[in-house]
């Protein structure tokens, strides 16, 4: 040792691993305008493929005829239902037990619905030729209303399930009826609410939204049939469940299927399910020998993929009158759409909503959703969601308002009399999970604090005097939220999708003079992952993780993964990952102790190389290692330097936050702005602070959004009135307000590296935080409760109908 | 079908003839007839702004401009603006400072930023919010892409005063 | 996304391009901006066989001052008449005004022209240039004629222009006094949900003229005679304020749509307006 020998912090920080900041790899290419997206793809004599859709909700397909657009030179094909019949690709099954139509069979159900496919050799005669399909339809009636859709009279949507009164999950009871899923106990919980000192009813309804990421769908799909063999390019979040799925739809095996997902520009759950865009093109690209890529509008996004949420959620919960819960009953009423295609593990029709107890220790609860068709597109598990937990959180972050107003108290001081203390962990809810770490009372206290909460309070007192003697027209609202939420989906007993167990994967190769190649079966859609899991890998096996290449989303080349959405990539793969790491560095260990002619227990880790224990001058590097592995012959041991791991979690991890909203309402014009926003973040160890912090940044604005403004609602005809983003509310800059986040780290007690996942929180805390704030600016004039989004005119109308006009 | 006109383009200080139809949307000439993907579309409304290039000098959506219209224009896109070896100032920045993460909106969003600067060197950030206002995105809440702008501005007037 | 086809002319000059409006009619449409047309035609909700661009006409550009009146080309941009400091310093409004239309990048091709010969309800010139009591210049094949802005819009999208006609320009007196240009809106981007344009000038603690137009309130724009004539010869107090507000509330007819319904718009106006009023009177 001497003065140029690197210091432990040194060789740290050279590895660029868990815990530091490193900036993203990916950013070359995307800030150079070198992505590699799907719309981006060109082959040799590549097609383009377009929809025909339906301008009705619900209508009767009398004929179609595509004789004027067949004879459009330059369209190559036009593929109905009649035409995919033979291949029984007219239908496909979807992620949630039903089956919906990939093109019009006798009817359409919703406005935009897929109707005819034209193939064509480019976007501009694929575009004229649609204008020319000729379709005959007869109008039926619509019904947009979950609840209208399930009264005796209402009109027969699914003419497909006549007569079946049962579903993939149990019982159904009605026409337009998907199914009843209960969980926890409900004779105890009607117990609890009925003997209870106080009780607070409401309905929340958390509106139907969209994720919209800034590129829509798309595919390439290519049908080599020199070679049998078909490659499927396309934004997938989960490309090889997109590989299975088209081998059982296609009949091809899947050795014979290449899915690649190249760079995705968002995904936000919207890219996870099979849509009839991805089956037409296969079948257009078999039938006509060619490439066919297809590319979806903005209005087809925002009208026929999934969308999210559109949960009524009628809640009863209980206390004493000191504000100690009793008991929390939920039934909600689950607008599906036409189809039931929700992106849910098999087993969980609404998802994780049942995680809906949220922070609070609850004795005894209920829940049971309804899911319900109506003429709306299908889809219903979307943006940032993790299964329902979106909607969840906002559900128990309004009860909780909601009881604190029926209680006469500080909805605070409520929250923390409530919560799970830190000793009662891992805790076991009411509606079956097994909380895995949590320390709510600190988070809470550290952001009442960061936000002056009494300080604030007594500003709003103020306000509401200074309002009612007429010196001012703006109150303030403090929305509060302390949610906990659930991700990393999940441990293969209990989750799976499609019958695939949601393991994940990561596989490593270390190259002879010492850097390495991961793949892992996640794919990243803006989250950094080729940044971020090489940190996890770096610290492992010290490498730097400038010398780790992450490949994902090439079904070819990477082991088996189940995508990434439900921010669970750092929960599963991420694990996956440091495993793997550590079966690296078993196989290095026993290397390093034959180069250092010691016994394998001899040597122990330390950073970036195995050291003989008590020597610490005799010491191999990883790097050193991996040449061996190359190089020398070495007895009992094969030689290269790789592993794989498929990680099977024992577990979710509960990530949590603490989230405080400072709004101004101004309460004529019902405009508001965001004073002051702060976010609190336990996410458990955090792998890239920077990248925390982005995340948390673009999940609030999409909160912000679908709290302030944005929606997908139909009129009485089933006509989507935010088809495009004129009416689609998504905030530029200027709407956007500044974020200050902050941190608490509980690391996850089963995880290898204490991660919990943070993709999601910011959306599920997001939106009650903003919500509230609204709620908030109006209680001391009467407000319980009003639906979002709350825009303009609806924060009007609340002032308006509290006589706030004069 | 339309019949062709005779299409002249300087894209990145290359000159380019092409055939194409008037309809023909600039976005689309750009990416597919002169293989320069880095603009996207995001919307056929003119609203997301992911398609942003420069126009004789003027940020454009190239979704809202016909290949005819566009006949004998000088066009810059994000290709014209940095290379491998030559990263302008922006493209650094928005690393620096994580101002992307899907990349999907940034080619358009650092070309707005890049003749944003050009008409206001020094903003606030309140400047930088209305200046690129006409640029969506999904993933970041703005809050780094502003920093990222900011950080350039004052790295570009720090090396203007340090030349002076 | 993909418009139909069409055929495409450059014309030279204004008389190229009349001679391709007379020679098709009403199958043919000027270009100016593109950013109201081009948007329609790629829905697909716009038939244009013969586009007539207008980008090469040198007579159509530019911003006057002279003798205290303001002439604008048609085919200046948002973009130019905010850089332009003539028009700041004549017509302040203008800028106001511009600023909160669109985006950066459609303010850079959308033009004044475009912005107001189309009778799209929504747009924020038309409205402005009736504030500013602005003449519309005509050109068509029978000669040019001016046509007051307060007289040029009939309902949505119909105006006093023929179809053979292009209008060349805008002009107005330079304004004085206060002024002031108010515009609720969802996002920037959209259209107003309710947006004012006034003009006052005051004199011995009095006003003396005032003009007071709406946008996006009714299918044209909407000049208030009685809302200006309810602030002359008063202080512009409070109550002046008011009469003015309710004269103008009671010109406007808004329809409901996704930013509202019509009772909503009707209460924003009052709003939009009062404060507009006011903010101008503070300036005067």
């Known amino acids: 040792m001497n003065d140029l020998t690197p210091t432990p912090e040194e060789r740290t920080a050279k590895l660029k691993g868990l815990g530091t900041s490193r900036k993203r790899v990916e950013d070359a290419r995307f800030t150079q305008g070198k992505g590699n997206y799907v719309d981006d793809i060109k082959m040799p004599g590549m097609l383009h493929g377009d929809f025909v859709r339906s301008p009705y909700a619900h209508a009767r397909v009398k004929s179609i005829n595509a004789d004027a657009a067949r004879a459009l030179p330059g369209v190559i094909a036009v593929l109905t239902a009649a035409d995919l019949a033979p291949l029984n690709l007219h239908w496909m099954p979807t992620l949630a037990g039903d089956k919906q139509m990939v093109l019009a069979d006798g009817k359409v159900l919703f406005q935009g619905q897929e109707v005819a496919f034209v193939v064509a050799t480019d976007r501009y005669v694929c575009a004229d030729a649609i204008e020319l399909v000729e379709v005959d339809y007869e109008e039926l009636p619509v019904v947009t209303d979950p609840f209208k859709a399930l009264e005796p009279g209402a009109p027969v ?61 798309g595919c390439v799909a290519s049908m080599d049939k020199v070679n049998g063999k078909l490659s499927l390019f396309g934004t997938f979040q989960a490309p090889h469940v997109v590989r299975t799925v088209a081998s059982l739809l296609s009949g091809i095996e899947e050795h014979n299927i290449r899915v690649v997902s190249p760079d995705i520009g968002g995904g936000f759950g919207n890219k996870v399910g099979v849509y009839p865009g991805y089956v037409c093109s296969i079948v257009a690209s078999i039938v006509t020998g060619k490439p066919v890529k297809w590319i979806e509008d903005r209005m087809d996004n925002l009208m026929a993929t999934a969308f999210a949420r559109d949960y009524w959620m009628k809640g009863r919960i209980s206390a004493t009158k000191d504000g100690k819960i009793t008991g929390l009953h939920c039934h909600v009423t689950a607008d599906h759409g036409a189809f039931d295609a929700c992106a849910d593990p098999t087993k969980f029709p609404a998802g994780f909503f049942h995680i809906c107890t949220g922070s609070y220790d609850i004795p005894v609860a209920y829940v049971g959703v309804d899911g319900v068709y109506t003429n709306k ?43 799970i203390r830190k000793d ?34 007594k500003e709003q007192a103020e306000r509401v005097e200074a309002f009612k003697r007429g010196e001012t027209r703006k109150l303030l609202g403090i929305g509060l939220t302390h949610f906990t939420e659930i991700v990393g989906a999940g441990p293969v007993k209990n989750c799976d999708i499609l019958g695939m167990g949601m393991f994940d994967s990561c596989e490593i190769r270390i190259h002879p003079t010492g850097s390495a190649i991961a793949r892992l079966g996640t794919i990243s859609q803006g989250q950094g992952h080729a940044t971020t899991f090489a940190q996890i890998l770096a610290t492992e096996i010290g490498l730097s993780a400038d010398s780790i290449t992450i490949e994902e989303g090439d079904t070819d080349t990477a082991p088996y993964g189940l995508g990434t959405y439900g921010s669970r990539s750092t929960p599963v793969a991420g694990a996956a990952a440091a495993l793997v790491g550590r079966k690296i560095r078993a196989k290095a260990q026993m290397i390093a102790a034959y180069l250092l002619e010691v016994h394998d227990g001899d040597v122990e880790w330390d950073i970036d190389r195995f050291v003989v224990k008590g020597a610490p001058e ?75 912090e982005g995340q948390v940044h673009g999940g609030l604005t999409e909160a912000l959004a679908i709290a302030m403004g944005q929606e997908i609602a139909y009129d009485e005809i089933g006509n989507c009135k935010n088809s495009t983003l004129m009416d689609f509310f998504l905030p530029t800059a200027v709407e956007t307000p500044h974020y200050t986040t902050d941190h608490t780290e509980t690391p996850s007690p089963h995880h290898p590296i204490g991660a919990k996942g943070v993709g999601e929180s910011p959306n599920v805390g997001g939106v009650p935080a903003f919500s509230n704030a609204v709620h908030d600016a109006f209680r001391a004039f009467g407000l319980r409760q009003a639906h979002m989004p709350h825009d303009h005119w609806r924060i009007w109308k609340i002032a308006n109908e509290l006589g706030l006009h004069g | 079908m339309g019949k062709k006109m005779q299409i002249a383009l300087t894209v990145n200080g290359e000159a380019h003839e092409l055939l194409a139809e008037p309809r023909e949307l600039l976005i689309y000439v750009l990416r597919e007839r002169l293989n320069l993907t880095g603009p996207h579309a995001g919307c056929e409304t003119s609203h997301c702004g992911a398609c942003t290039i420069e126009m004789n000098g003027k940020s454009v959506k190239s979704c809202t401009v016909f290949a005819a219209q566009a006949n004998g224009a000088t066009i810059t896109t994000i290709e014209g603006l940095g290379s491998p070896d030559n990263l302008s100032v922006l493209q650094q920045s928005f690393r620096e400072h994580h101002g992307l993460q899907c990349g999907y909106c940034t080619p358009g ?18 400047e930088v919010r209305f200046g690129i206002s006409g640029n969506l995105c999904r993933c970041t809440g703005y809050q780094n892409i502003v920093k990222s702008i900011l950080a350039a501005a004052a790295t570009i007037n720090g090396a203007k005063e340090a030349a002076e | 996304m993909i418009a139909a086809a069409f055929e495409y002319h450059r014309p030279a000059d204004l008389k190229g391009a009349l001679g391709v409006l007379a020679e098709y009619g009403d199958d043919a449409r000027v270009l100016a901006g593109g950013h109201s047309l081009i948007p329609m035609m790629k829905l697909r909700m716009a038939s244009v066989d013969h586009l007539v661009d207008l980008q090469d006409i040198a007579e159509l550009k530019g911003i006057r001052v002279a003798n205290g009146r303001v002439t604008i080309g048609a085919m200046t941009t948002q973009h130019e008449m905010i850089a332009s400091a003539d028009l700041s310093r004549a017509a302040p409004i203008m800028a106001e005004a511009a600023v909160q239309i669109a985006d950066p990048q459609v303010r850079y091709m959308g033009t004044v022209g475009g912005n ?25 094949p029978d000669g040019t004629r001016e046509v007051a802005a307060r007289d040029f819009y009939q309902s949505a999208y119909v105006t006093l222009r023929e179809d053979g006609e292009i209008l060349t320009q805008i002009s107005f007196a330079a304004p004085t006094g206060g002024y ?79 930013r509202g319904p019509a009772e909503f718009k009707r209460h924003i106006a009052g709003i939009i307006i009062g404060r507009a009023i006011t903010r101008a009177l503070s300036r005067a």
């Not at chain 1, 805790?427 to 300080?455: M, N, Q, R």
């Not at chain 3, 107001?116 to 068509?140: H, I, K, R």
């Not at chain 3, 602030?231 to 512009?236: F, H, I, R």
């Open chain 3, 180 to 258: 002031a240009y108010e515009k609720q809106k969802r996002k920037i981007g959209d259209y107003a949900t309710a947006a004012c344009a006034v003009q006052v000038t005051k004199a011995g603690g009095k006003v003396t003229s005032a003009a007071i137009a709406m946008t996006n309130l009714s299918d044209t724009p909407v000049f208030s005679e009685a809302a200006g004539a309810a602030l002359v010869g008063t202080t512009g107090d409070a109550a002046a304020v008011k009469a003015a507000v309710t004269a103008a509330v009671a010109a406007i007819n808004p329809t409901g749509d996704n």
């Open chain 2, 109 to 126: 969003m650092i070309t707005r930023a890049h003749r944003l600067l050009q008409e206001n060197p020094d903003p606030t950030e309140e």
């Open chain 1, 424 to 457: 009662q962990f891992p805790y076991h809810s009411a509606l079956g999970w097994e909380y895995d770490s949590g320390d709510y009372h600190t988070a809470w206290d550290k952001a009442l604090k960061a936000v002056d909460y009494a300080g604030l309070r």
């Open chain 3, 116 to 140: 107001v010969a189309n009778g799209d309800p929504g747009n924020d010139m038309p409205g402005l240039m009736q504030c500013l009591d602005a003449s519309f210049t005509l050109v068509g």
């Open chain 1, 618 to 692: 005799r010491f191999k590097t990883m790097k050193e290692i991996a040449y061996a592995a190359y190089h020398n012959a070495i007895p009992g041991i094969e030689p290269g330097l790789e592993a794989v791991s498929y990680y099977d979690p024992p577990n979710m991890t509960y990530p949590f936050g603490a989230y405080i909203c400072v709004m101004e309402i101004d309460v004529d014009t019902g405009t508001h702005e965001v004073r002051q926003f702060y976010a609190l973040d336990d996410c458990g160890t955090r792998i890239n602070p920077m990248i925390i």
């Open chain 1, 377 to 419: 597109a299908p889809g219903g598990v979307a943006y940032r969601c993790s299964f329902r937990v979106t909607e969840a959180a906002y559900f128990i972050e309004r009860m909780i308002e909601v009881l604190a107003i029926e209680l006469g108290m500080d909805a605070a001081e409520l929250r923390s009399r409530n919560f």
């Open chain 1, 157 to 217: 949507l699914r003419e497909d399930l006549a007569g079946q009164t049962s579903g993939a999950h149990g019982a159904r009871r009605h026409h337009n009826h998907i199914f009843l899923w209960e969980t926890g106990d409900e004779a105890a919980t009607n117990q609890a609410i009925g003997d209870a000192e106080v009780v607070a009813e409401e309905m929340v309804y958390y509106h139907r939204v969209h994720p919209c990421p800034l590129e829509t769908c």
